[in-house]
């Protein structure tokens, strides 16, 4: 006898994303029962669904309730479990920023827009769905990535080692010299407790209109920087309050054992 739900959380772990438009995954998002069902035998478990209307995919991740029990280690607190250094972190963090945020804002904008001209068509008009698709996300250049970075994650080297690492764990892909988004990328963080950090953090001056015209023109005078022997990298962030909740390396090929970034 069948049991998809069970299915459905093998799937997760042995794949680790699902597209939302799998028949599971939609049950999932769609079917109250079914996702009660869902969520409870993953809280048995100490995991959660992670899920976001603007987001492509599902995963799986740590319940908020065992976070203490597999990242609190030696009096201290791991930043993930996917032995990601400090460095790659804070790559991910930047690319999160970069792609995510851009990407959100088109959506809601589109979704607005779509909107207003349904209730302009026709009086009752049906609610289109969200915007989803690969489309939406930014596609970013690895060399203007590692002209306005690299200082600060490392060195060029790091920074193109650490792009390595992050997409063969599914948060980008890498094509020809551009950056876009992975699958996992977009439920990496909890976007309410993150989006507004990093606007008003760190980041905030990067991400300005002002900015990045400011880099394309440096970029455009300037040759490639090299790599730099002192790293330099950015700050730590405690992952409780950086709203880290990535989904769970659960494949083969990935050794998950707890390393302090």
């Avoid at 991400?207 to 880099?215: C, D, G, N, T, W």
């Amino acid at each position: 006898m069948q049991d998809p739900v069970a299915t459905l959380i093998a799937r997760l772990l042995a794949q680790r994303w699902l597209p939302r438009e799998d028949e599971l995954a939609r049950r999932a998002l769609l079917d109250e029962p079914f996702r009660a069902d869902l969520d409870k035998r993953l809280e048995a478990a100490g995991l959660v669904l992670r899920e976001h209307p603007y987001a492509a995919h599902i995963g799986v991740a740590l319940a908020r309730a065992q976070e203490k029990a597999i990242f609190a280690v030696d009096q201290g607190w791991l930043s993930n479990q996917l032995q990601l250094d400090r460095n790659a972190m804070a790559l991910l963090v930047v690319l999160w920023a970069l792609i995510i945020l851009p990407k959100r804002q088109r959506q809601v904008e589109r979704q607005d827009a779509d909107s207003a001209s349904a209730q302009q068509a026709q009086m009752f008009a049906e609610e289109k769905p969200i915007p989803v698709h690969a489309g939406v996300a930014p596609t970013l250049s690895e060399r203007t990535l590692i002209a306005d970075f690299a200082d600060k994650l490392g060195g060029k080297m790091a920074v193109n080692v650490n792009l390595g690492v992050l997409a063969r764990h599914g948060f980008i892909q890498r094509r020809a010299g551009d950056l876009s988004e992975g699958p996992l990328l977009d439920l990496a963080f909890d976007y309410e407790r993150t989006s507004r950090r990093i606007l008003d953090g760190a980041l905030a001056d990067i991400l300005s209109p002002a900015a990045r015209a400011e880099r394309a023109i440096r970029l455009a005078e300037a040759p490639l920087p090299s790599a730099e022997d002192e790293e330099i990298a950015l700050p730590d962030a405690d992952a409780d309050e950086a709203g880290w909740n990535a989904p769970l390396a659960m494949d083969a090929g990935t050794d998950s054992s707890p390393q302090g970034a």
